[in-house]
């Protein structure tokens, strides 16, 4: 079974920085696409950023280019969202998602399995 565990996120200032991890277990990854999205109070689930798990490939929201740095370790079957600077319209709650095929994924739709969500909060 397929499982997805965030973990990293917090409290911070503007300005600072937070990295956010994303544990994967239960399957082959090595074709798999991974994402991560946000969803903030009162809004829809946005996308954030992609990357294919084999080749590292990535794609970003306009939003956070320049921003964040989506990676992910092998041998840790782990994804990571590091975001710095980050902004208070930064703020919500950030998914990890996996996606069965190779290619990189901007909608949610695309997306096979969800994490349970960790929370951002960024105070101004």
């Known amino acids: 079974q397929v499982q997805l565990v965030e973990s990293g996120g917090g409290l911070v200032q503007a300005g600072g920085s937070l990295r956010v991890s994303c544990v994967v277990s239960?399957?082959?990854?090595?074709?798999?696409?991974m994402g991560w999205f946000r969803q903030a109070p009162g809004k829809e689930r946005e996308f954030v950023a992609t990357?294919?798990?084999?080749?590292?490939?990535?794609g970003y929201v306009d939003s956070v280019k320049g921003r964040f740095t989506i990676s992910r370790d092998n041998a840790k079957n782990t994804l990571y969202l590091q975001m710095n600077p980050l902004k208070p319209e930064d703020t919500a709650v950030y998914y990890c998602?996996?996606?069965?095929?190779?290619?990189?994924?901007?909608?949610?739709?695309?997306?096979?399995?969800w994490g349970q969500g960790t929370q951002v909060t960024v105070s101004s």
């Open positions: 998602a996996a996606r069965r095929r190779i290619g990189l994924a901007y909608g949610s739709d695309q997306y096979d399995y």
């Open positions: 239960g399957g082959t990854f090595s074709s798999w696409t």
């Open positions: 990357i294919n798990w084999n080749d590292g490939s990535t």
